[in-house]
């Protein structure tokens, strides 16, 4: 690793964990006093639950912040960790309105800052481009749970961690991987059907994932 690449990740680090501290005093107060000060917090109808889901998602883009930074870790691993950092800088404005307006962008900078090469970050994509299909099914489940009921919104934002590590799982341990699909997407379509949309998300799911549940040795590819 270079001096250029180095230093960029400390400041990744840095803006990150600051930014995933804020985020969850952001959420406390979403979860305290939200329905207080309905024009910071975007007058939300379940501030408890929306605020417990930012502090959720701030303690994960810290720990991504500051497992980015580790010397060695594979072009895999630093995308993993810069979706860590975009997710929840995204998600949250929608959670916690305008106490995200300044923890968001540090998430979305650090984000930005820890990857090394987009240009091996796409070649990664590209070769593993099922599984990242996968993990944006899972990050949309995020999105559609984030405004739901709070029963609704616990099991979707179960279901999508669930999809996201089910994407990245070597497919050789099959019945663990289909286990994981179907937690991440059955309860939350049987919950929100009548939405439509939450079927739509299981059946898209199901469909990525048939040809890599199907191919044993399917494995994730970071290499060149």
């Known amino acids: 690793?270079?001096?250029?690449?180095?230093r960029r990740q400390t400041v990744a680090a840095?803006?990150?964990v600051l930014g995933g501290a804020l985020g969850v005093g952001a959420g406390i107060i979403?979860?305290?006093?939200?329905s207080r000060i309905p024009d910071w917090t975007g007058a939300k109808a379940d501030p408890g639950a929306l605020g417990l889901l930012t502090v959720a998602l701030s303690v994960l883009a810290g720990l991504a912040a500051v497992r980015q930074a580790s010397t060695g870790i594979s072009v895999g691993s630093r995308t993993a960790c810069a979706l860590g950092l975009l997710i929840p800088g995204l998600l949250c404005f929608t959670t916690v309105g305008r106490l995200w307006y300044v923890p968001g962008p540090l998430l979305l900078v650090a984000g930005t800052l820890c990857v090394d090469s987009w240009r091996d970050t796409a070649s990664m994509i590209a070769r593993n481009w099922a599984r990242c299909?996968?993990?944006?099914?899972g990050t949309f489940e995020f999105l559609m749970a984030a405004g739901a009921a709070p029963a609704v919104m616990a099991v979707g934002t179960v279901g999508g961690i669930t999809l996201i590590t089910a994407s990245w799982l070597p497919t050789s341990r099959r019945p663990v991987v289909v286990g994981l699909l179907a937690i991440g997407t059955v309860p939350f379509a049987a919950l929100a059907w009548t939405a439509i949309v939450p079927i739509l998300l299981l059946l898209a799911a199901a469909a990525v994932a048939t040809p890599l549940v199907?191919?044993?040795?399917?494995r994730v590819r970071v290499a060149p």
């Not at 979403?30 to 939200?34: K, L, M, V």
């Not at 299909?133 to 099914?137: D, E, K, Q, Y």
């Not at 199907?214 to 399917?218: L, Y």
């Open 214 to 218: 199907h191919n044993p040795s399917s």
């Open 1 to 6: 690793m270079n001096v250029h690449a180095s």
């Open 14 to 16: 840095r803006f990150g």
């Open 30 to 34: 979403q979860a305290t006093e939200g």
């Open 133 to 137: 299909l996968l993990s944006a099914l």
